[in-house]
């Protein structure tokens, strides 16, 4: 039981006696941080989440923008990081399934998944490379058994998550405004609950993820079945074309106790259940264990007597379970009986509203000398260390992990994964574009700016595709919230991600927030995960291949800001230094003119800088277009920089631009005249990846080296350790 004593004494006095044992269960889930969000409610509140394009109804599972024409896209993001990390297959599929049915309970067809995962250091550590191979597995058997192309995501590596994993799972739906689901319900109608059989595996699984994971509790993990979650989604959709469906809500976290409770809470009803009537996959199941069982692929959907027979034929005929579990009443109870016995008699308030806390926080002491830089090591080879960086699990390419995803499946995938956004057609001719980023190092080292880094990272990715940012998701993951320096860095975060959420107009839709993901070992850096889904009108830039004597512009300022980057951690194992900020008026100006100069459609492709910097960056972009470069490192815009910091730097706002010789006038009128930092810094020629400054060569590498190290690194760790 996961119920603080005081807790306890606070359900007893709201209810006047001594709970039953059911009813301590059904709260004990509610109440959980997991579901209740009592630690982060009500600072959740400053995030603009209003805007024109946002649809705001009661009860939605996922967020809801008006992309015109008729038509909505929905998007949600969910984690599954304690089931994941002790069972990385199961717990990462059904992560999957979960968040597809947050967007199914909104009445839109899942179009796109994308999942960000976060492993301890695979270099070294064996269980590690097990999590990570396992829950890659896990995703893309779910995701491609479904029919839903996976279409994007990004892998970190990190010594704090030893142990661990954090495996977040983005989707986004579409569909027409006039079908979704306007969530009511009226004295009588029927409460369905339809899909899987219950069971006894989840059990507890939302107390499991509120707290620090310190033991195996496999029972806490569900068993995923991704055909029956393929035909719920057809069944369901082909049922609100009817209009069968008064109200829906997923089963997620809590099971049926949060279900019942969180939808009877939103439309203001009670409802009455007899749990003899759930369709269970065990016998003997008690009460106690059918209320917080998570068992997956389980909607629960209220419906009126007259629409029931209906309902049931569609059940029938896509050969899913239905079964008619209880119905609506006035009282703003919740009934929960077996057979004519009453197990749990509960208003619907108290189970469904959690008493919000106001916790302590204080800025962690060792914030106070993270920024001050050490001595570093010279480098007197920076071609060798360019192949050690291109290697290095964090850089080198992903293909071996989205390359087991289909991304194409449902035809809409315009943009696949390997690219800075993935970019999926509507059917009313325009395009979305969605990126999720993270950087939990350079949160470590500053949150506030770290959070702004990573969603700013994830706009310059969607503004690359030609896409005008409409609105952002966030994952907010951090360690145990009573710890007041822990709480601190989550507030720093959220302050951040306001900050530049309200001054460039774009609405959160949605999000979520795990805490408690703690190890023996100890708490993970603060991990916030930024999802960003843009918006293009007409044409999105598809990147083209680069060719000999292309020329290549970059777009904003390079700064002496290196805390957090990968050249300092992965070369010279030094955690500290000044975490890149954003200048926001500066951000601004450089994507509002980048997305104008993608309008005039002269540019072959736009790559944003972000890990491991400039030299990175465009590392791969020969490395992906098989053609050298020639880049003289004096003409890169900013303060005068040593050679290291012009490399690698992690300065964000920077977008490097590549066009055909005879554009580059036309490119600099219009950069001129917005008033926007860059230069031409070089071109695409030869076989050789060229940095140099005046005279001197800096870095001179093969590009079939270089591109065999890039794609075959991480594999072959995974593979053979």
């Known amino acids: 039981m996961s119920l603080e004593p005081q807790e306890l004494i606070e359900l007893k006095s709201k209810i006047g006696r001594d709970p039953t044992s059911t009813e301590l269960q059904i709260i004990a889930a509610e109440w959980s941080e997991h579901c209740s969000y009592k630690s982060s409610k009500k600072h959740l509140k400053m995030l603009p989440m209003k805007g024109p394009l946002v649809i705001q109804e009661k009860g939605y599972d996922s967020g809801v923008l008006d992309v015109g024409d008729g038509y909505v896209i929905t998007a949600h993001i969910e984690s599954h990081n304690h089931p994941s990390a002790v069972e990385p297959y199961g717990g990462a599929a059904t992560g999957v399934g979960g968040v597809i049915r947050d967007i199914l309970s909104a009445g839109t067809r899942p179009i796109g998944i994308l999942n960000g995962l976060r492993f301890g250091n695979i270099e070294k550590d064996q269980q590690a490379r097990w999590l990570f191979k396992n829950a890659v597995t896990g995703i893309a058997d779910y995701g491609n058994c479904l029919g839903i192309p996976t279409i994007g995501g990004e892998v970190e590596f990190d010594d704090c998550y030893q142990n661990y994993a954090l495996v977040d799972v983005a989707a986004v739906g579409f569909g027409k405004k006039e079908n979704l689901i306007k969530n009511h319900a009226k004295k009588?109608?029927?409460?369905?609950?339809?899909?899987?059989?219950?069971?006894?595996?989840?059990?507890?699984?939302?107390?499991?993820?509120?707290?620090?994971?310190?033991?195996?509790?496999?029972?806490?993990?569900?068993?995923?079945?991704?055909?029956?979650?393929?035909?719920?989604?057809?069944?369901?959709?082909?049922?609100?074309?009817?209009?069968?469906?008064?109200?829906?809500?997923?089963?997620?976290?809590?099971?049926?106790?949060?279900?019942?409770?969180?939808?009877?809470?939103?439309?203001?009803?009670?409802?009455?259940?007899?749990?003899?009537?759930?369709?269970?996959?065990?016998?003997?199941?008690?009460?106690?264990?059918?209320?917080?069982?998570?068992s997956q692929e389980r909607m629960l959907i209220i419906t009126s007597k007259t629409k029931l027979k209906k309902l049931q034929e569609i059940c029938k005929k896509f050969r899913i379970a239905c079964s008619v579990i209880g119905h609506i009443k006035s009282d703003n109870q919740m009934h929960v009986k077996k057979g004519k016995k009453t197990f749990a008699n509960l208003p619907i308030d108290v189970v469904a509203n959690a008493t919000l806390l106001d916790l302590p926080s204080k800025k962690p002491v060792y914030l106070k000398t993270i920024e001050k830089e050490k001595k570093l090591k010279p480098i007197s080879d920076y071609s060798k260390i360019m192949m050690s960086l291109l290697g290095a699990p964090n850089i080198a390419s992903k293909i071996w992990v989205y390359g087991q995803y289909d991304h194409e499946v449902g035809i809409r995938t315009v943009i696949k994964p390997g690219h800075d956004a993935s970019v999926l057609r509507l059917d009313n001719g325009k395009f979305l574009s969605i990126k999720?980023?993270?950087?939990?190092?350079?949160?470590?080292?500053?949150?506030?700016?770290?959070?702004?880094?990573?969603f700013e990272e994830a706009c310059r990715n969607v503004v690359c595709t030609g896409a005008k940012p409409i609105g952002m998701l966030d994952h907010l993951q951090f360690g145990n919230p009573k710890d007041p320096e822990i709480f601190w860095t989550f507030l720093e975060s959220l302050k951040g991600l306001t900050d530049f959420a309200n001054y460039f107009t774009i609405p959160c839709i949605g999000g979520k927030v795990s805490l408690y993901n703690e190890t023996p070992s100890g708490p993970i850096k603060p991990t916030p995960l930024i999802g960003v889904l843009g918006l293009i009108d007409k044409t999105p830039l598809v990147p083209q291949k680069i060719t000999k004597d292309d020329c290549l512009v970059i777009v904003g300022n390079t700064k002496d800001e290196m805390g957090g980057s990968e050249y300092f951690e992965y070369v010279h194992k030094f955690i500290g230094g000044k975490c890149p900020s954003v200048n926001f008026a500066e951000s601004k100006k450089n994507m509002k003119t980048v997305l104008k100069v993608i309008q005039s459609q002269f540019l072959k492709s736009?790559?944003?800088?972000?890990?491991?910097?400039?030299?990175?960056?465009?590392?791969?972009?020969?490395?992906?277009?098989?053609?050298?470069?020639?880049?003289?490192?004096?003409?890169?815009?900013?303060?005068?920089?040593?050679?290291?910091?012009?490399?690698?730097?992690?300065?964000?706002?920077?977008?490097?631009?590549?066009?055909?010789?005879?554009?580059?006038?036309?490119?600099?009128?219009?950069?001129?005249?917005?008033?926007?930092?860059?230069?031409?810094?070089?071109?695409?020629?030869?076989?050789?990846?060229?940095?140099?400054?005046?005279?001197?060569?800096?870095?001179?590498?093969?590009?079939?080296?270089?591109?065999?190290?890039?794609?075959?690194s991480l594999k072959d760790l995974v593979l053979h350790g």
């Open 606 to 712: 736009v790559h944003d800088c972000s890990k491991g910097g400039l030299a990175v960056a465009i590392s791969e972009l020969c490395m992906k277009n098989q053609i050298g470069c020639k880049i003289s490192l004096e003409n890169v815009p900013g303060e005068k920089l040593d050679i290291d910091r012009i490399l690698f730097s992690e300065s964000h706002s920077r977008y490097l631009l590549i066009l055909d010789k005879k554009n580059l006038k036309k490119l600099e009128i219009i950069l001129k005249k917005n008033k926007v930092s860059f230069n031409l810094i070089g071109k695409f020629t030869g076989d050789k990846i060229q940095f140099t400054k005046g005279t001197k060569s800096i870095i001179d590498l093969r590009v079939d080296m270089a591109q065999k190290t890039w794609i075959n």
């Open 188 to 294: 009588g109608d029927l409460v369905v609950l339809l899909g899987g059989s219950t069971g006894r595996d989840g059990m507890g699984g939302s107390q499991f993820a509120s707290d620090s994971l310190e033991s195996e509790n496999r029972s806490a993990v569900q068993i995923p079945d991704p055909f029956i979650e393929k035909l719920i989604i057809e069944a369901i959709l082909e049922a609100r074309n009817h209009k069968l469906i008064n109200a829906m809500k997923d089963l997620g976290g809590g099971g049926l106790s949060c279900a019942v409770s969180e939808i009877a809470d939103t439309l203001e009803v009670g409802i009455e259940m007899d749990v003899d009537m759930v369709h269970t996959r065990e016998s003997n199941m008690h009460p106690d264990e059918i209320m917080i069982s998570e």
């Open 436 to 454: 999720i980023d993270g950087n939990p190092k350079q949160c470590y080292i500053n949150p506030r700016e770290g959070a702004i880094g990573c």
